[in-house]
């Protein structure tokens, strides 16, 4: 099935640094979603963005809903040890129905 | 508030055997979703339902797979009969609406032998 292309595909940081990925669509999207999965889980929200050019913040967390519709940021400053995981970004598609697209996912490691 | 409650988490069975899933999604959220995710790759949707109807559901390989929502609440998936290639993590997740925020559950890990 179609997948977004997320970037960087993995990384490794160090404790207290901070880590900038992001998400990009040949399509224009209405809604991006920020998920973390720990191993073992489902997929957790983390942040919700409904307007272009949108910038939230959760915590340490700040994502943006990029001006084109077509991409969006997630960025994670002074990051600790439990940051570790993979993060999923997700775009809701409305052409013909509503459908979630979800990327290929960024597989953060943290040293400490 | 209780999240999407999924069981069972973990089910090991032969190729050719049946096997099913429950899934109990948020109080209130009308739209309710099965996920195929495979190892190293991000959710798939398989089907998308608005309280009982089946809305979408033209990702479900419908030769083996099949799903209800009675009563438009709890849902059910089924893999009958199972192949190798269906050992996988199966995510249900729910929203408010269609075009609402959707909370994941658990998901149940798949192992076909």
């Known amino acids: 099935g179609q997948q977004l292309n997320q970037s960087p595909q993995s990384m490794f940081i160090q404790e207290g640094e901070d880590v900038s990925m992001n998400c990009t669509s040949s399509s224009i999207f209405n809604t991006w979603l920020w998920y973390k999965q720990d191993p073992g889980e489902g997929p957790v929200l983390l942040i919700a963005l409904y307007k272009a050019g949108e910038l939230t913040s959760n915590g340490r967390l700040t994502a943006q809903f990029g001006i084109t519709r077509k991409d969006s940021f997630l960025n994670i400053s002074a990051s600790i040890p439990s940051d570790v995981g993979i993060y999923f970004c997700?775009?809701?598609?409305?052409?013909?129905?509503?459908?979630?697209?979800f990327g290929t996912g960024t597989r953060l490691k943290v040293l400490a | 508030e209780a999240g999407v409650v999924q069981s069972p988490r973990y089910k090991i069975i032969e190729k050719k055997q049946p096997v099913a899933f429950w899934c109990n999604p948020i109080s209130g959220h009308n739209t309710l979703y099965w996920y195929l995710q495979n190892l190293g790759q991000g959710p798939e949707l398989l089907i998308r339902y608005e309280n009982e109807e089946a809305v979408d559901d033209s990702q479900l390989p419908k030769d083996r797979f099949s799903a209800e929502r009675l009563k438009g609440v709890d849902s059910t998936l089924k893999i009958q009969p199972a192949e190798l290639g269906d050992s996988a993590v199966y995510l249900c997740?729910?929203?408010?609406?269609?075009?609402?925020?959707?909370?994941f559950g658990p998901g149940t890990r798949l192992l076909v032998l």
């Open positions: 997700a775009g809701l598609s409305t052409s013909g129905t509503y459908k979630y697209i």
């Open positions: 997740a729910s929203s408010l609406r269609g075009w609402e925020t959707q909370y």
